[in-house]
């Protein structure tokens, strides 16, 4: 089978196989897309330190399920008739495997995977976190991801809808870790929310807070992704290399700032102006990773008594939150994949990734097209 693998730093390089083996408690998935987001690029450079190369990349992903083991559970119903209500958007629970009924997995039903593991053990698996488990293994990072034609997996970890396409399954995971984000900010129809970075992730975010009936202002420095961002439900944006953040945010909340910030970004500029502009007994949501050390203002920590929060991943929950919002219909999807190649023009991926970035919402790689 055709497979993609990043083995040194700027070098990717498509190569062939062996087709992986089911185990009884495995699904076999037929990879039909799989997304790049910022953790390959960064493997790619050489920036990710978590990155175990020869690494294949890939954590987004969209397919079919091609076989079922021997051991994997079914339940006795159709899908038709097992009543699935939606994703409470304000109500949060612990995580489990069992909190949603769990579809039948039929070959041929599209899908996609879950990409972390859990220990079972650490301090946030037995705090009903799993997302963050300390032993967390991600695909495409710490493990062999989903950039292949064919994948294994614990049926655990596939997540089943004959009501999404493959094709927008891929988009499925790095929104649903806007979506924790936003969980993670307790964000209420009450709050004003500040989302710094309008990349996948950011708009995730937006789409969530949206939803839950908060006012969202987006940031970020490329006009075309604001206007995306309108069109997903900011109600304000603001482009902060032309604009003064500042001074629309002071007009924007009455000299308050947002009740909310959360940071999609990942840069030193960003998490300063979310810890200066958020308002007193706000809350900082942290998602981006950055790679330098941050001189903060740690008095505001005290003085504006915040929360201060990361969010790392997400949860299965966060997952059917957006399958339940594509199901829609009204998710503008062919605005958020800015490129679909086939496996033998991956090399061509990075070249526009890295000339084009500002622009880029996600790069996709057909393995069936």
């Known amino acids: 089978m055709k497979a993609i693998q990043i083995f040194q730093p700027e070098k990717i390089r498509l190569t062939d196989m062996p087709q992986p083996v089911m185990q009884p408690d495995e699904v ?3 990879i039909q897309y799989a997304g790049f987001c910022g953790s390959d690029l960064n493997t790619w450079l050489g920036k ?11 954590h987004e992903t969209g397919g079919v399920i091609e076989a079922v083991g021997a051991n994997v559970p079914q339940p006795e119903k159709i899908e038709e008739e097992i009543n699935i209500p939606p994703i409470g958007i304000t109500s949060r629970y612990v995580e489990t495997d069992s909190n949603r009924p769990r579809l039948p997995l039929l070959p041929g039903t599209p899908c996609t995977i879950n990409p972390y593991t859990a220990c079972g053990h650490c301090s946030s698996c037995r705090n009903g976190r799993p997302n963050a488990c300390r032993f967390n293994q991600t695909l495409g990072v710490q493990r062999d991801g989903a950039m292949r034609e064919y994948m294994v997996v614990p049926y655990s970890k596939v997540i089943a809808d004959k009501h999404i396409t493959p094709k927008d399954f891929c988009l499925v995971e790095p929104m649903s870790v806007g979506f924790h984000a936003v969980d993670r900010g307790d964000v209420t129809d009450n709050d004003i929310v500040m989302i710094l970075g309008c990349g996948m992730i950011g708009v995730g975010a937006i789409v969530s807070a949206a939803r839950r009936g908060a006012q969202v202002i987006a940031v970020d420095i490329d006009d075309q992704k604001l206007a995306v961002a309108k069109q997903l439900g900011a109600t304000f944006v603001i482009n902060s290399l032309t604009e003064d953040v500042h001074e629309r945010l002071q007009a924007i909340t009455g000299h308050s700032g947002p009740d909310v910030v959360i940071e999609a970004v990942g840069s030193p500029a960003t998490y300063q102006m979310a810890v200066n502009e958020v308002a007193f007994t ?6 981006g990773y950055a790679k330098e050390p941050i001189a903060l203002e740690t008095k505001y920590f005290v003085q504006k008594e915040l929360d201060i929060r990361g969010s790392r991943n997400a949860t299965s929950t966060d997952f059917y939150a957006v399958m339940d919002y594509l199901k829609k219909g009204t998710c503008p999807i062919d605005l958020l994949i800015s490129g679909i190649y086939k496996p033998e023009q991956v090399e061509e991926v990075f070249q526009h990734w890295t000339t084009e970035q500002a622009r880029i919402f996600r790069l996709i790689i057909a393995f069936d097209e």
């Open 282 to 287: 706000g809350r900082v949501v942290c998602i």
């Open 28 to 30: 076999l998935v037929r």
């Open 48 to 58: 990710n330190a978590l990155a175990k190369m020869p690494v294949i990349p890939g």
